[in-house]
C-alpha cells in the first residue's frame, strides 16, 4: 500500500513540476507580453466600432480615436425591441 501511495505522490509532483516548467517557458518565450492584444483577437473590426449605449461621450470618442468612426448598432442589437 505504502509503495503504490509513493508512486502517486512521486507522479504528481512530476506532473506539477513539468507544469511549472512549462509556465515558466512560456514567460520566459514571451506567450504572456501583449495579453490585451490577445484579448481582442476574437473580435471582428467592426464589432469594436458599433456604438454601444451605456458608453458615456469620453469613452465613445476614446474608442472612435481607436478604431475609427463608430457605426450606429442595428436594430435588436443591444438586446432593444425589433
Do not use: C, H
Given at each position: ?15 506539477g ?56 448598432p ?9
Amino acid at each position: 500500500m505504502f509503495y503504490a501511495s509513493l508512486t502517486v505522490i512521486l507522479l504528481v509532483l512530476g506532473l506539477g513540476l513539468l507544469g511549472f516548467a512549462l509556465l515558466a517557458w512560456a514567460f520566459k518565450a514571451g506567450q504572456f507580453d501583449e495579453m490585451d492584444a490577445q484579448a481582442m483577437l476574437p473580435f471582428d473590426s467592426a464589432d469594436l466600432r458599433y456604438e454601444r449605449p451605456w458608453e458615456n461621450a469620453a469613452q465613445r470618442a476614446e474608442r472612435a480615436a481607436a478604431y475609427g468612426e463608430l457605426i450606429p448598432p442595428k436594430k435588436g442589437e443591444w438586446g432593444e425591441a425589433r
